[in-house]
């Protein structure tokens, strides 16, 4: 079955650092979304990716869309101890996200 | 504009008995989700309608049933919990326009002695 994995699933960082998640699907997908959880609360949407090689910025992070539409990565530059949380891709195909397991990141003052 | 809200927040239960989540929604959206959250598996869905009346299966529908029976509301039904099913609860509901984004209920806290 469709199957989506993220690594690393946890990264402490110092704060200033650069931080980088990767998401792999088994399968092409329509489109790959990127959500933030934070500590003790509900997914919150951050952007969505449609494109083959697409690359979107927002402010210090910045995501990109694989060629052949199976991968992903999430990049922030200078960590900041508000991006604390975890980050999920989830891909879009058949009427349903299939989330990957998630990056945990701390930013260490 | 509240958004999605999910009752209750919390639910302690004893194995065998049965509950109830509510889902309600006021952004008038056809599609809507239930997910389970555990430990390092991320976000797996249960079941999901896209629309009323409507009800499909997710990756891990055993043990749940949902109903649709109108449009703002998706209830998610454990009919003899299980220990296996202590977990975090999430509903969402899916923006129709291109971002095809979700939102997202505050959260189940369900825990089965």
């Known amino acids: 079955g469709q199957q989506v994995m993220q690594i690393p699933q946890y990264q402490h960082v110092q704060e200033g650092e650069d931080f980088t998640t990767y998401c792999n699907s088994s399968?092409?997908?329509?489109?790959i979304q990127w959500y933030k959880q934070r500590p003790g609360g509900h997914p919150v949407f951050l952007i969505q990716?449609?494109?083959?090689?697409e690359v979107k910025k927002q402010k210090r992070l910045t995501f990109q869309f694989g060629e052949a539409k199976k991968n992903s990565s999430l990049h922030i530059t200078a960590t900041q101890t508000t991006d604390v949380g975890t980050y999920f891709c989830?891909?879009?195909?058949?009427?349903?996200?299939?989330f990957g397991t998630g990056t945990s990141l701390t930013v260490i003052p | 504009n509240a958004g999605v809200t999910q009752t209750p927040k919390f639910r302690v239960l004893k194995t065998g008995q049965s509950m109830t989540l509510l889902c309600a929604q006021d952004?008038?959206?056809?599609?809507m989700y239930w997910y389970r959250q555990d430990p390092g598996m991320g976000l797996r869905l249960i079941h999901y309608?896209?629309?009323?009346?409507?009800?499909a299966k997710g990756e891990v529908p055993d043990g749940y049933n949902v109903s649709r029976l109108k449009k703002q509301n998706f209830l998610l039904g454990l009919e003899s919990a299980a220990p296996s099913q202590t977990s975090v609860y999430f509903c969402?509901?899916?923006?129709?326009?291109?971002?095809?984004?979700?939102?997202f209920g505050s959260g189940t806290q369900l825990s089965v002695l």
């Open positions: 399968t092409t997908l329509s489109n």
């Open positions: 969402a509901s899916k923006d129709p326009g291109m971002n095809r984004k979700l939102f």
């Open positions: 952004m008038n959206h056809e599609y």
């Open positions: 990716l449609v494109k083959s090689g």
């Open positions: 989830a891909g879009y195909t058949g009427n349903q996200f299939y």
């Open positions: 309608s896209v629309g009323e009346g409507t009800t």
